[in-house]
């Protein structure tokens, strides 16, 4: 039975119904293809596609702008007529909108941000605010219109005269200017030489073939010998040359310039480059608009002459400053500088110019015409006379100068100074006393020129007139000294004195007050002049003015130390003098002026000052002592005693004096008296110190018993006194006999255990008597009673050294460098234990961790000596002496360079430098300055000695 169900896919099969376009309810339309047969196919009309879109319920399209035109509505409301009320009502709704929008205008906007969206908020006043804020705004910076609004309306009023005298303005900018491209037609000339530039002659000349050579042929068809050019161009030049050169019979102008030398010259000729040309030429630009806009500016014409100068251009450059005099009469720099330009020089390259090379005829021109101009300039006067060579000629200038400026000092100054004679020279100056009463140089000037008695005259008119000058009256006072000098009459000195303190009241009364410090400097200059007596005058007055009762004292020592820096001795003796006055019994005034004549005076001075010093401070221990060594060295041993005898009735307990007087008497073989004194102050003084000393005479006079008596005598008064143990134990040392010296020292160590030289004597003891083991024992035990000593930390490597362990050795020195990382012992070992090739190295870290450290800078200079930089290490050796000159082993290393690398010279310096500065520190020199044999040995010996045990 067939199936009655219908096919649903049939529909493809039939034709497509008229007008069918395949997707037109889609918005499609039809096309047509290559494929197609025949014509394409027209697309449906406009009614055919709203047919179809009826058939499918879609509303037909309207087009918006219709609504626009009453006539074309086609609405709700189309056909009806637009009255009156309907106009009203529309009006009515525009203004509501209107009045809303602008209510809420800041609301309704939107600011859409990328991934956010952000809504502003405002009040209402906010175009207020902006309106406000614009007006604000352009009031502060109005625009260009507004700002030249006034000077537009002041251009109506400018007439053609004043538009045609605007100066151009030329390219101020740094752009190149495009230029105008021009075309010009090229000549026929032009063509066929090109054409004929690239043919060949081919047959040869018929003059060539006659003459059998190669002739050049002319134009005209002469022949060109270029021989007979040559000579005659050598001619022409040879003629230019003895022209120039004066030398030319025909010509009667004469030239300073030498042709020999010219070509030289040209060879000094800077030749500017590109860059420096062109800032010249903008220079100049700049400049010419100067000139031309404010042609009354002086300095803008001197400017553009200086440009012309250097581009060397002087004949521009004369001619603007000469156009500059004319624009600028009454400036008297361009004067000045118009007769400058016309006395220097010219440039080498004007070699054939008609003018000579120097011409002060025409300055003295240029400066006559300024003089008709600026008469009262002294700068144009004093040059006019400059240029004269004549002494008479400068003179009659100078005096006609005066005539019109009458109360100038300079000029009556360089007037004077060019007369020859004594008397005219006064002649003159009391004219100008006359003219100028105010001026007190030449009050000054012409005191200096008159006899001593008319030169007091002249200082009295000279007071009346200026009585507010206070180098007048320092004039007074030296006049008086020197006339007490000269007259050879001491005791007119004080009237010096009076002079000055006269002048301090006067000065006083017509309110003149000068400070302290002005009337120092004062003093110092007096003292330069060779005026000591009114300096030490000055001081005397003045030194204690403006200063405070408890601060004199301080004051005047550092104005005394601040003159002696500056080389003013007499003006420091000055300043001490008159703190010795206010302060006799001060003893720190007394070293002052001691130390102060010892550096600068003479041995009588020092001797004289001491002398005061002891009388006026008899309890200054130190006073007696500098006194009675004075005497000593000075070779009047007598002195020395007496001055130590008088020291004993004023200091009867005194240690220092007690011991000066043993070692005077030692030193100068009085043994027996020595030693009296000593057993005398053991009973009177009784003080460890002396004990000690008995005991080191004795020892040192080959009285060891003796000696070990006053050493067990002290050590039951004074059983914490270290050095007695010290010398109880090497004195047993000395004599074998190794078990005492180890009681001594072990009954000093225990005694004093923070003694660091005890525990070192007694390791030395040990590793002398072999047992070093004893020895690193006892240092360990000291390091930890005295912990981070470098002393302890240096023997302990030296034992280590001595052993031959060379790695325990290196590892003590770290552990040492650890616990004392700024020492300075320990750091020289340390540079000294390192290869030669990193010795440099580890001097720099030794240097950063204590740079002011004496011995490592000794070390740093013998690095540079064994390096051969000779001069490094002399400066270093002083460095060394600079940091701590006590320190008596850098003095020996230095003498031992100077042997070596030095002169005879440097040797004497060094020597005389460590007698001055007495060392008494020093590993190697203490050894030896404390061994016995060299107790009588001076500083001098004690330093070769040293220098020798150094290796």
């Known amino acids: 039975m067939a199936s009655t169900k219908p096919n649903r896919l049939a529909f493809l099969s039939m034709p497509a119904p008229a007008s ?76 509501v909108d209107n009045q809303l929008d602008s209510r809420r205008r800041v609301r309704r906007s939107v600011i859409v941000l990328p991934q956010r969206i952000i809504f502003a908020h405002a009040d209402t006043s906010r175009e207020a605010r902006e309106a406000e804020e614009l007006a604000k705004l352009r009031s502060e910076r109005p625009k260009i219109q507004t700002q030249f609004a006034d000077l537009k309306r002041g ?86 040359l003895d022209q120039i050169s004066g030398t030319s019979t025909t010509s009667g102008l004469s030239s300073s310039i030498d042709p020999k030398g010219y070509l030289t010259d040209l060879n000094s000729v800077v030749h500017k480059t590109e860059a420096e040309i062109g800032d010249i030429k903008k220079a100049r630009m700049l400049f010419d608009s100067l000139i031309k806009s404010n042609p009354k500016h002086a300095p ?157 005259a002249v200082l009295n008119k000279a007071r009346r007139a200026i009585p507010t000058s206070h180098e007048i009256w320092i004039a007074a006072g030296r006049l008086v000294e020197q006339q007490a000098i000269a007259e050879s009459k001491p005791g007119d000195l004080d009237l010096v004195d009076r002079t000055i303190e006269l002048a301090v009241r006067e000065l006083k009364k017509h309110q003149v007050l000068l400070t302290r410090e002005q009337w120092i400097k004062e003093a ?45 001795i007499a003006t420091a003796r000055a300043v001490i003098a008159y703190a010795l006055r206010v302060f006799p019994d001060r003893v720190d005034v007394w070293r002052k002026a001691a130390e102060l004549e010892k550096n600068h005076g003479t041995a009588e001075s020092f001797d004289a000052i001491l002398s005061k010093a002891v009388h006026h401070c008899p309890q200054a221990e130190d006073l007696w002592l500098r ?33 000066a007087a043993v070692k005077l008497e030692a030193e100068n073989g009085e043994v027996a008296v020595a030693r009296e004194l000593l057993n005398r102050a053991r009973t009177v003084a009784d003080t460890a110190k002396i004990w000690m000393k008995s005991a080191v005479f004795e020892r040192q006079h080959g009285q060891p018993e003796t000696a070990l008596k006053i050493l067990s005598s002290a050590l039951s008064k004074y059983p914490t006194f270290p050095k007695l143990y010290m010398i109880q134990g090497q004195i047993h040392q000395t004599v074998k006999d190794y078990p005492a010296a180890r009681a001594s020292f072990a009954a000093g160590i225990k005694r004093c255990p923070k003694d ?35 002393m302890l930390w240096a023997e302990a490597v030296g034992v280590e050294d001595r052993s031959g362990v060379a790695n325990q050795a290196k590892a003590m ?60 290490a002399r400066e270093w050796f002083g460095r060394a002496i600079k940091a701590d000159s006590d320190q008596g082993d850098s003095w020996a290393w230095w003498l031992k360079y100077e042997r070596e690398h030095g002169t005879p010279e440097h040797r004497e310096e060094v020597i005389k430098g460590c007698i001055a500065a007495e060392p008494h520190h020093g590993l190697t020199w203490q050894s030896i300055a404390k061994d016995v044999r060299n107790a009588q040995k001076s500083t001098k010996e004690i330093l070769e000695l040293t220098a020798a045990a150094l290796h």
Not at 43 to 57: I, L, Y
Not at 192 to 218: C, H, I, M, W
């Open 627 to 659: 006194s009675a060594k004075e005497k000593w060295l000075s070779g009047d041993v007598p002195g020395a005693r007496e001055v130590l005898e008088q020291a004993f009735v004023a200091n009867p307990e005194s240690e220092l004096i007690w011991l």
């Open 756 to 790: 660091v030289t005890l525990w070192i004597l007694a390791s030395r003891l040990e590793e002398a008597d072999g047992k070093s083991i004893k020895a690193r024992s006892l240092l360990e035990k000291a390091r930890l009673v005295n912990p981070a000593n470098e």
């Open 524 to 568: 110092e200059r007096c003292e330069e002049e060779g005026s000591r007596r009114t300096c030490e005058a000055i001081i005397k007055a003045t030194i204690s003015m403006d200063v405070e009762e408890e601060d004199r004292f301080d004051t005047w020592i550092g104005d005394a130390e601040a003159a002696e820096s500056k080389g003013r």
């Open 300 to 456: 803008g014409w001197i400017a553009a002459a200086c440009v012309e100068e250097h581009a060397g251009r002087m004949v521009a450059a004369r001619k603007l400053i000469k156009a500059g005099c004319e624009q600028c009469p009454k400036s008297e720099d361009v004067w000045l500088e118009a007769a400058r330009l016309h006395v220097s020089v010219p440039d080498p390259l004007t070699f054939f110019s008609s003018f000579s090379t120097q011409n002060n005829d025409d300055a003295k021109v240029i400066l006559a015409n300024a003089v008709q101009h600026v008469g009262q300039s002294v700068k144009i006067w004093l040059t006019a006379a400059s240029l004269e060579s004549d002494p008479k000629a400068k003179k009659r200038v100078l005096r006609k100068a005066l005539e019109s400026i009458p109360n100038s000092v300079r000029l009556w100054k360089e007037t004077v100074n060019l007369e020859t004679s004594p008397q005219d020279a006064r002649i003159l100056l009391s004219r100008a006393v006359e003219v100028i009463p105010l001026s007190v140089e030449l009050w000054l000037a012409l005191a200096r020129l008159e006899t001593p008695d008319r030169a007091k």
């Open 813 to 872: 020195l770290a552990r040492g460098l650890q616990e004392c990382p700024s020492s300075g012992i320990l750091w020289s070992l340390a540079i000294w234990a390192e290869p030669r090739a990193t010795r440099k190295t580890r001097s720099v870290d030794a240097l950063k961790k204590s740079a002011d450290n004496p011995v490592i800078i000794c070390t740093v200079a013998r690095l540079f000596w064994t390096e051969r930089k000779l001069e490094k």
């Open 20 to 95: 069918y376009v395949a997707g037109l309810g889609r918005g499609a339309s039809g096309f047509t293809t290559r494929s197609d047969i025949g014509p394409a196919r027209e697309g449906p009309s406009a009614e055919v596609v709203a047919e179809a879109q009826a058939r499918r319920g879609e509303e037909p399209e309207v087009d918006p702008e219709q609504f626009q035109d009453p006539d074309n509505e086609v609405g709700l409301f189309s056909g009806t007529t637009y009255e009156e009320d309907d106009e009203e009502a529309d009006k009515i709704y525009e203004a």
């Open 155 to 240: 251009l109506a009023a400018v007439t053609d005269a004043e538009w045609e005298n605007l100066p151009e303005v030329g390219n101020l900018t740094r752009k190149k200017r495009k230029r105008d491209e021009r075309t010009f037609v090229v000549p026929d000339s032009v063509l066929v030489g090109d054409r004929e530039k690239n043919e060949y002659e081919n047959s040869l000349d018929v003059r060539q073939q006659e003459t059998g050579g190669f002739v050049t042929p002319a134009e005209s068809g002469t022949l060109t010998n270029l021989v007979e050019i040559g000579q005659a161009r050598d001619k022409i030049l040879s003629l230019k």
